[in-house]
């Protein structure tokens, strides 16, 4: 176990430099942020003051050298719009954007679950058809414009839902459902593929050699062996939740990291973006690696090695 | 023979799949009866029917796939006739199915001891505690040394021979009076098959348990069963007493397989090996299934069918050379050979 | 079973069908013999023949206002006409012009970038996968895993905010972004195909390395490539669109069906036809891809076939 978690430690930590590296990179060829930082009056005096003393006139290796120094102390920069520490404004959007993600991969689970078994094992019937075809319908459709389509109907048609905005449970059931959707359909389409693959296996074979019941070969024999690509996927549409979150939030103006996102990029406030670079691939590592760890706890055969 | 009584007994069975291509019969009026503590050996090539035959009985035949026709007498039932949920309740219980792959007929995620202990609870009223009481039993039965350990491992943690008793001991732990073999050593190595084989024997000289292998190894039917059937492309070409089969095979399929198979007494003779495949289920030759291949084959043969013609009790052949009475089947060769050179 | 993909790309057909038939003859056959299959090309013939024909298609130029014409329904809504079949914006501009003028970009951006992406993914992947374990492959692999941990679309965000966004530009980001599909499929290929017999041959006999890869393995790789490609082209689509529609893709004057939806976002209460039609169009046009996609991979694969 140790030894596993030093392993994954090792891998994680050029992943995170890389990532380090190309946020310093794009923003050091995005220019100089002292125009955006200064008031339009301010005198050549004072902006080459202000140069100095951020270390811009540095060349770009020191300049790196400094960033990681940073980083590496969990200072991400001063957001100049808002004044403030960048992870610190980040930080403090986190949960909504958790709450929202969480509540959504929870919703395309619970949906995908059934539909890709049912699917799998009543394959080719209508049932599987429809479920099928409602797949790819959902993967086709693009979250800022299903966003639209469900404001459309159920809040401005219906007004069941509000339009936008936070603050109670009926602000919440829109976002997540939207961005639930993709999901949902990604995952009915792979349970449904990796539940046929085990069904045609000789153990389910001999399981049914043995008499058990349709239900217990369904769960207990099937399921269980589709479980492990199941969750490796789960995690790794982490990064899907999180591309759609941005723009689920804008739509819907949900106060998280998404929008807060695409406010920073319009303002230009690059040390708001690279930290929320920073926190969203963090939680995406961290989910992939529980997705991990719960893979060698489903499948005997893999060892801590 | 001691004891009469039957066991299994298929009548004109028929299998059939729906394919792209239209609907292929893969097991074409395949009759055949087995008794109580018999070895039955079902010979033949890939692709024969051999298997099919086997998940026909064991009611594991699935759409695309039905039984067309014929049936399958299980002592007093008849199979085909059941309802899923009927069969279900003699699956694993009146009748029992071992597997060619023990590595992938185990699920890797489940362990041994649940695996042989399911089957109890699905068809035995038993305690938990009795269950994996009986579940160790078994496994001790089977010949694998510290049953009470294995009980609680994966199958991977075990060998392929291991795994191979695992699945017999699962097989039996219902006291199955009939087991399906099939092909279960082609995977294992020839020490450990050889030990297998002994497990099936003391299998039915202990519990009186009938048994059907499934092979293409001529050898082990030699070796394993009391009577042989010979099939080829879906039908059975040829049904005898495994000494009877070996002195003097009736169907040229049936010595070309033994020509074809290596003997230890006869070291420096050349194997032969049948000219030509078995043909596709979906385009079969006309007349004689087998005339394409056949180094004795006459007009009639690719004009019409053979029946299965019946020699003597308990002798059958699917050949016209017999068809007027028995044949020696090596003068038969040599004669064509002196007309055709 | 192994089988190489330059065998799967001369798919199985059934016996009656004779082996000298020209190549286009037995696509279409097989093409037709999915119905989904057929649909996705359909869509996507129509789609590129839209783009190609905007001039001739469409009734109005896209980009035309007219103030009297604001906010004109659908012509099968009270106060719609036949002159504006799809209706008008909230600066009177004809609707469905501006889907038919959008297509253009929509396949240009979206096709151009996965060109892009098919040359750096290929290239990487098989060197990647030939030289398995080296240290270029390590690197490699790790950018691979650093992308995985960014969202394409927020790496894009931060580009196109630090470089502005134009057509090139837009075809650029998407491009380098969109490699990582390609180099990891292609990868794990190579490295199985390496062991091949053909491959050991070919090296036993001291072919150079450069050789093997452009004539021994590439070959083998395109069906991988074709079904990769084609899945990117949606997914290209569903990026741009995300950056128009949150407004730092491309301008106006140039026409993008996700800038019309995030114009039409804001009517949606009261001119619902703005943003519905060119959400359409993306969905039925990435839907045509899908199923146009997953056909090309049941072909090429038949052994998946029915599990997708």
């Known amino acids: ?37 200064i008031s339009d009056n301010a005198t050549p005096q004072q902006i080459e003051e202000l140069r100095e003393s951020l270390g811009l ?54 949906i995908a679950i059934p539909l890709g078994i049912l699917s799998a094992t009543r394959q080719n019937t209508a049932w599987d058809l429809l479920i099928s075809g409602a797949s790819v319908i959902g993967k086709a459709i693009p979250n800022f414009w299903l966003a639209i389509m469900l404001i459309l109907i159920f809040s401005v048609t219906f007004q069941l839902f509000p339009v936008s905005g936070s603050g109670t449970v009926m602000h919440l059931i829109l976002p997540a459902f939207t961005l639930a959707t993709g ?50 996927i789960t995690a790794m549409q982490a990064s899907v939740i999180v591309s759609g979150a941005i723009i689920t939030e804008t739509v819907f103006a949900w106060p998280g990291m998404g929008q807060l996102l695409v406010k920073a990029i319009s303002l230009r406030d690059m040390a708001v973006v690279q930290a929320v670079v920073f926190v969203s691939a963090f939680a995406i590592i961290l989910l992939n690696f529980i997705a991990d760890v719960a893979y060698r706890l489903i499948d005997p055969r893999i060892k801590y090695e | 023979m001691i004891n009469r009584q039957k066991v299994l007994e298929v009548r004109h069975l028929q299998t059939q799949f729906r394919t792209e291509h239209g609907i292929v019969r893969s097991v074409d009026d395949v009759s055949f ?123 991977h943690e075990l060998s392929g021979g291991m795994r191979q008793r695992v699945m017999i001991a699962i097989a039996i732990s219902c006291g199955s009076k009939l087991l399906i073999a099939d092909e279960p050593t082609t995977a294992l190595d020839v020490t450990i098959q050889a030990q297998i084989l002994k497990l099936m024997k003391e299998l039915r000289d202990n519990l009186n348990t009938s048994i059907m292998l499934i092979t293409h190894d001529l050898g082990v039917v030699a070796e394993m069963a009391d009577r042989v059937i010979v099939m080829y492309a879906g039908q059975v070409v040829e049904e005898g007493d495994v000494y009877e089969i070996y002195r003097s095979p009736k169907h040229p399929y049936t010595k070309g397989l033994m020509n074809s198979t290596p003997k230890i007494e006869e070291v420096r003779r050349k194997l032969e090996s049948i000219p030509g495949t078995v043909p596709v289920l979906s385009n079969m030759p006309s007349g004689c299934r087998f005339h394409p291949r056949c180094p004795v084959a006459r007009d009639k043969c690719r004009a019409e069918a053979p029946q299965m013609k019946l020699l003597r009790p308990g002798v059958q052949v699917r050949c016209w050379l017999h068809q007027e009475g028995e044949v020696e089947l090596n003068e038969e060769f040599k004669r064509r050979a002196a007309a055709g050179g | 079973m192994v089988h190489s993909h330059t065998e799967a790309l001369k798919p199985e057909m059934s016996y009656e069908v004779a082996r000298t038939i020209h190549p286009i003859t037995r696509w279409m056959r097989l093409l037709l013999r999915s119905k989904t299959g057929t649909f996705g090309f359909v869509i996507l013939v129509l789609v590129a023949l839209t ?24 012509f099968w809504s009270d106060g719609g006409s036949m002159a504006h079949i799809l209706g008008t914006d909230h600066l009177g501009r004809d609707i469905l012009s501006r889907i038919i003028y959008g297509s253009q970009i929509t396949l240009l951006v979206s096709g151009a970038s996965v060109i892009i992406s098919a040359v750096i993914g290929i290239t990487l992947g098989v060197v990647c996968g ?147 039609f060119p959400g359409v169009a993306i969905a039925v046009t990435v839907l045509g891809i899908l199923f146009f996609g997953d056909w090309l991979r049941d072909v090429f694969d038949p052994k998946a076939q029915g599990r997708r």
């Open chain 1, 1 to 37: 176990m140790k030894s596993y978690l030093l392993k994954y430690v090792l891998q994680v930590i050029p992943v995170l430099f890389i990532i380090s590296f190309l946020v310093f990179f794009l923003i050091f060829i995005a220019g100089d942020p002292v125009a955006l930082m």
């Open chain 1, 57 to 110: 006139n540095e060349p770009f290796f020191v300049q790196y050298g400094l960033y990681m120094q940073g980083l590496l102390q969990g200072d991400f920069g001063t957001s100049f719009s808002y004044k403030q520490d960048a992870l610190q404004i980040v930080l403090e959007k986190l949960p909504n954007t958790l709450l929202l993600g969480s509540l959504a991969m929870l919703i395309a689970i619970i």
């Open chain 1, 183 to 232: 999901t949902a359909a990604e995952l009915t389409r792979l349970i449904r593929s990796s539940m046929l693959e085990v069904l045609g296996q000789d153990y389910i074979r001999t399981a049914k050699s043995k008499g058990m019941s349709r239900s217990l070969i369904t769960y207990r024999h099937a399921f269980r062996n589709c479980l492990a690509p199941v969750i490796t």
């Open chain 2, 33 to 155: 009866r087995l008794d109580a503590g018999e070895i039955l050996g079902i010979v033949g090539e890939s692709g024969c029917g051999k298997s099919v035959t086997s998940f026909s009985i064991m009611g594991l035949i699935e759409a695309p796939g039905e039984i067309a026709g014929g049936e399958i007498w299980l002592e007093e039932q008849e199979l085909t006739k059941l309802s899923k949920r009927q069969l279900r309740k003699l699956q694993g219980k009146d009748m029992a199915m071992i597997f060619q792959e023990p590595l992938t007929s185990l699920n890797p995620l489940l362990t041994v001891g649940l695996q042989i202990s399911e089957v109890l609870t699905r068809h035995k009223r038993l305690s938990k505690r009795e269950v994996k009481e009986q579940s160790i039993a078994m496994l001790r039965q089977v010949g694998i040394p510290r049953p009470e350990q294995v009980y609680h491992a994966y199958p």
């Open chain 3, 51 to 74: 783009a190609l024909l905007s001039v001739l298609l469409a009734p109005y130029d896209p980009t035309l206002l007219n103030a009297r014409n604001r906010l004109v329904p659908p």
């Open chain 3, 130 to 276: 030939y030289y398995g374990g080296g240290w270029f492959d390590a690197i490699v692999m790790r950018v691979v895993d650093a992308n995985m941990a960014i969202p394409n679309i927020l790496f894009m965000l931060v580009i196109v905010g630090v470089f502005g966004t134009s057509v090139p530009t837009l075809i650029v980001v998407l491009g380098i972004t969109g490699w990582i599909a390609y180099t990891r499929l292609i990868r794990a290929e190579v490295l199985s195909l390496k062991e091949r017999e053909f491959i050991r041959a070919a090296r036993s006999i001291g072919t150079r390395d450069r050789t093997i890869m452009r004539k021994h393995i590439l070959p083998n790789l395109i069906s991988t490539c074709i079904v990769v490609s084609t899945l990117s082209v949606g997914g290209n689509i569903v990026l741009e669109a995300s950056l128009s529609f949150l407004g730092l893709g491309i301008q106006p004057p140039i026409v993008t069906w996700g800038y019309m939806l995030n114009e039409g976002r804001d009517y949606i209460a009261t001119s619902w036809w703005i943003a519905t």
